[in-house]
């Protein structure tokens, strides 16, 4: 019962980081696509609130760490290659739009921090996807004998290159559909429009050759969700929504469109939790995979952590929920 509770907070925070903080990387990327005169409009968007999406992982970090350590132990050891430049694309992504925005002096420097807050702003929800393909694909090998195979073969690899764009491109997407409730400026909001549709439709592409990537790196994924109805529904009910986001879209109902928008990305992130479920890392294939039960902590620390969440919950939400409504309260009046 513990475990349960203590995973269900787990989901939570991940699904809360990928919704928010998610998107606020995929702002930065959305520079690359709708052009450098729509970078105020997104500026405005994330400056109140970036910082504060980082609680989610945050949150998903001390869970690990309390309540599932052999799983935080070894994604720590094996995979600290990209879990360290996701961390430092977290860190400049940052510094530089800190300085960017509210630096007293506008100088050639605006042009670095400018450049570094894109590259990082690519680079950490790509690392992040690639994190996850490892923990799912089993090359993790604790009988490794050469530095390579031991740090580099699990993460560097085409299944979970595919997984890191995939994040990328699905953060891009979130952020475009987002965006259209931040300008009121019709040019602008129809630019996110445009970029929110191409993306939606990159989005079912590299989703379909992380597919392809899992077969060729020997992970039969596809056959994981047609053993998995619940899964496999998620994905169809995921694909039925498409028009009706494009209706949404094509209106410009905000509140709609932000709605649909997330449910899409919940709805795939509960497709792959539940094909997973209740294994978090597959290691090689000498070794059992590290479950969210097997690797539980003691009873006593579970129930510490969960006392911890419920007052945690109680205490952070209000005021994040006040946080939103503040600077974003009236966004929705289109929807």
């Known amino acids: 019962m513990l475990t349960n509770i203590v995973i269900f907070f787990l989901a939570l925070s991940i699904v ?26 997104v500026a405005d968007a994330i400056g109140p609130v970036w910082e504060a999406n980082h609680v989610w992982l945050v949150l998903v970090v001390v869970i690990l760490f309390m309540g599932f350590p052999s799983i935080y132990s070894a994604m720590s050891l094996y995979l600290h290659i990209p879990l360290l430049l996701m961390l430092v694309g977290i860190i400049f992504r940052g510094t530089a739009f800190t300085f960017m925005h509210y630096d ?13 807050f894109k590259i990082s702003s690519i680079i950490t929800p790509l690392f992040l996807g690639m994190i996850v393909g490892a923990a799912m694909l089993g090359r993790i090998n604790p009988e490794a004998e050469s530095f390579s195979e031991a740090f580099i073969s699990p993460w560097l690899n085409l299944f979970s290159l595919s997984v890191g764009l995939f994040c990328l491109v699905l953060f891009t997407f979130l952020a475009a559909v987002y965006m ?13 429009i445009r970029a929110g549709k191409q993306l939606n439709m990159a989005a079912v592409v590299v989703g379909g050759g992380v597919f392809i990537a899992a077969e060729w790196n020997g992970l039969p994924l596809l056959a ?82 969960v006392i911890a969440l419920i007052v945690g919950a109680a205490i952070i939400l209000p005021f994040l929920y006040y946080l939103m409504k503040t600077f974003k309260a009236g966004q929705f009046k289109q929807g």
């Open 104 to 116: 007293a002096i506008k100088d050639q420097s605006s042009r670095v921090y400018d450049a570094v």
């Open 180 to 192: 259209i409730g931040e300008t009121d400026e019709e040019p602008e909001r129809k630019a996110f």
């Open 16 to 41: 809360f980081y990928v919704l928010f903080a998610g998107a606020d990387f995929g702002a930065g990327v959305l520079e690359y696509i709708t052009g450098r005169r729509h970078r105020q409009v």
């Open 224 to 305: 994981l969700f047609g053993e998995s109805p619940v899964s496999l529904g998620s994905l169809v009910v995921t694909t039925l929504l498409l028009p009706v986001l494009w209706i949404s879209l094509q209106h410009s109902w905000v509140l709609w469109s932000r709605l649909l928008a997330g449910a899409q990305v919940v709805l795939i992130l509960f497709a792959w939790f539940w094909v997973q479920h209740p294994v978090v890392i597959n290691m090689g294939a000498s070794d059992p995979p590290l479950t969210v039960y097997s690797a539980a902590a003691p009873p006593a620390t579970m129930l510490q952590l």
